[in-house]
């Protein structure tokens, strides 16, 4: 029999724990898989005492210094799942690539914004710098993009890649309810955080799309260059326009080579109904990929939790097990091409433009006039409630703005956000234009 | 940099120059991916004068033998694209893993009937047998088992693997057509063989889900143990009657653990509409895996075609190149467990019954006692057309039966299979009493 890998954990929260059920159930399998014994030879975590579902740790080397764990010499290799994207887990996984050790690591902070240097650390030492577990959960696309699409150009890469704003956006949807309603039944339930800011306005996708365009297009990450808006503006009445006009509303992130480099964006986006990403519901994650060789590829699971994290953790403990050595990012470090930004305003696409125009005549005529002047035409228009003129005087005195909402063909962004601040500036809408973008497919 | 990895491909046709197009195209990826320069050092096919997509071959060694090409001193790695369960394909690809060759094959037929004798020859000599390209083309199916889920006891596989039969079904549904005008149009297109039986009778289907089950259960391939329906018999009306019921009809391959033993069945099956798998359309592939870690993973993209099977091809060939070693069905091969079958009259599930019943008093109380014998119970009926009662006595004439199409609730095969029996022998039913199972997933 071979010699056992030994492996020191620093973090044993959920992920944590999850890993150790994993390896506790499935020893034997996972000897198997992975050609020799994983022997958890250390571990390190904020408070020693607390309880970790029924494992025993008391005859496993504890380090209140998750460095000191990195570094120990007798192990083989660091598992790294404290999360956050500077020191302690920073300095750890450092040393441990220092020290001639592979990491395994499930920090999407980490990675979207160290992932280079990290990586080139790993090169020199000649060691694997692995995390599937960063990017959703159980989906194994970290591995598909950097090994199962080596003979193909990726073109473009896009996904639900948070739960949290998946479960709001579809329980709005099924439920017809209001944002702050469904968040605080989301935080209710444990899908979102006491501060949901992180999710809810896009920066953990951010985190994730990061990681999967340096795998996908072989540029180094570039998570600063990432357009970013939430899903906080998003109401209920964008879901049932979205609806009639056939989309519904997901967080997506994407990333496209563009011939004016590489466009990397996280917004609220329409997608067609009847397309697989547009039927993923609740906490489920889903990635696809466009490549030239592959053609499209969709992977779909769950995004997070203790055990579908832990499920990836173990795969790429198992793959350095078996002498797996996949460069980082699926080329060397010093081979990954500068990410070339593509400005925001030089995207195009189709847009869903949300106003609430003031009822009086040649209003509609106006915004008309503003789009075309703009070069933006128009796909389908919805005008929401009671028709205005068909309103009695009282009531026309109560109510002096209508809902208008309009789909555009294909369209630059600069001109959409000019034709908005005019529409703004020139007095037609109450309130801010606004609008959301549509991915074609 | 390294030494280049010296590749013989025996097999030109469609796969065999999409592998050549990609190596072309993307050669400098390639190269950056796999860690080193991918060599064409050898070809072998039967025609040495066919045009082959533009690709100059006269520089690379020819052999009329791909047994002297697998066994070449100046070949690392043997990529068998030829096809065909026997000679000469198995016998080129034990002698390149007799002489120490790592082998990538996209050949199902090879590996589903002598998969478990090639592991153990690839084994001994320490060396890969990838067959990323043999199960849904460029689906990453095989390693997402082989190496993704190895923290996980997976306790179910599914999918739609045949390109061919989903096509076929996917137009009978939106055009309201009939299975044989369909099958003609699909032979037109391309999308069917002259001699369709290996497509829809299910075998294509079958060699795949071998493959997926032992990669899943770690249980010897056992091809001769999977029950097998094709979808010849489904009809217009089958479809119809689904559709109203919520349901979609799939040509599915499932392989599942029971305690029975392993389950591996393919045949037309029942899938809820809203579910993914039900909205996989057209010539595309999909699997679902379901885990005790992950959860439920699914995959979906192009399951066959020169590029989309070739990108395998390539994966598996930088896999080697980088000097990853999987065992080739995720454990080494003395480690698989026989694959104890469980029998399919011991198949729990739903049932879809489609009886042409004679329209005489009684019929259907008959039918119900006969059920309800059997412990059957019934979830909904529909019964198709006009009501025979409300028909005048000249059309009863005519007609004298009726369709009566009805749903089980979860129930054993074999319990299915002695009622329909009776309920033929006992006369209530003109013709053989059809079913088709439902898997809710």
Same mark, same amino acid.
């Given at each position: ?234 109401? @209920?009445?964008?879901?049932?326009? #979205?609806? $009639?006009? /056939? %989309?519904?509303?997901? +967080? ?6 563009? =011939? ?79 990410? @070339?930004?593509?400005?925001?305003? #030089?995207? $195009?696409? /189709? %847009?869903?433009?949300? +106003? ?6 040649? =209003? ?78």
């Amino acid at each position: 029999m071979q010699r056992p890998l030994r492996i020191g954990i620093a973090g044993l929260g959920t992920v944590g724990t999850g890993v150790l059920d994993a390896m506790k159930i499935h020893e034997a399998m996972i000897q198997a898989r992975a050609g020799r014994p994983i022997a958890l030879a250390g571990v390190s975590a904020r408070s020693r005492d607390k309880r970790r579902g029924g494992h025993d740790l008391a005859r496993v080397a504890w380090h209140d210094d998750p460095v000191a764990l990195a570094r120990a010499s007798d192990i083989d290799l660091f598992v790294e799942l404290m999360g956050g994207e500077g020191d302690p887990a920073k300095a750890a996984v450092e040393a441990a690539l220092k020290a001639g050790k592979p990491v395994v690591t499930a920090n999407k902070a980490l990675i979207a914004h160290h992932g280079l240097a990290l990586a080139r650390l790993a090169d020199r030492a000649g060691v694997a710098l692995a995390f599937e577990a960063s990017v959703a959960g159980a989906i194994p696309i970290v591995k598909t993009l950097r090994e199962s699409l080596s003979g193909n150009r990726v073109r473009r890469v896009f996904g639900i890649l948070n739960g949290t704003c998946n479960f709001i956006l579809t329980k709005m949807s099924a439920e017809g309810a209001e944002f702050a309603d469904v968040l605080r039944e989301a935080q209710r339930l444990g899908y979102a955080e006491a501060d949901p800011t992180f999710d809810i306005g896009g920066f953990d996708t951010a985190h994730k799309l990061a990681i999967l365009t340096s795998l996908a297009f072989s540029t180094e990450i570039s998570l600063e260059s990432i357009y970013i808006e939430g899903i906080e503006s998003i109401t @209920r009445a964008d879901i049932v326009n #979205a609806d $009639e006009l /056939g %989309y519904r509303i997901k +967080l997506l992130g994407v990333a496209a080579l563009t =011939e004016d480099g590489v466009e990397q964006r996280v917004h609220p986006t329409l997608v067609p109904k009847g397309t697989p990403i547009a039927d993923v519901e609740g906490v489920d994650n889903a990635v696809v990929v466009k490549a030239d060789m592959s053609g499209d590829l969709m992977l779909e699971g769950k995004g997070a939790g203790s055990h579908p994290t832990a499920s990836s953790v173990i795969a790429d403990i198992c793959d350095i097990a078996r002498g797996a050595r996949s460069p980082a990012f699926g080329v060397p470090a010093e081979a990954l091409m500068p990410c @070339r930004r593509a400005a925001m305003r #030089a995207h $195009e696409g /189709g %847009y869903y433009v949300a +106003l609430d125009l003031y009822d009086r005549p040649g =209003e509609v005529a106006a915004v008309a006039r503003v789009l075309a002047g703009e070069n933006i035409s128009i796909e389908s228009i919805v005008q929401r409630g009671p028709s205005l003129s068909m309103m009695s005087d009282g009531e026309r005195g109560k109510r002096q703005t209508a809902p208008f909402i309009l789909i555009t063909h294909e369209t630059l962004e600069s001109a959409m956000r000019t034709a908005l601040e005019k529409i703004e500036n020139e007095g037609h809408s109450a309130g801010k234009p606004r609008m959301i973008r549509i991915e074609r497919l």
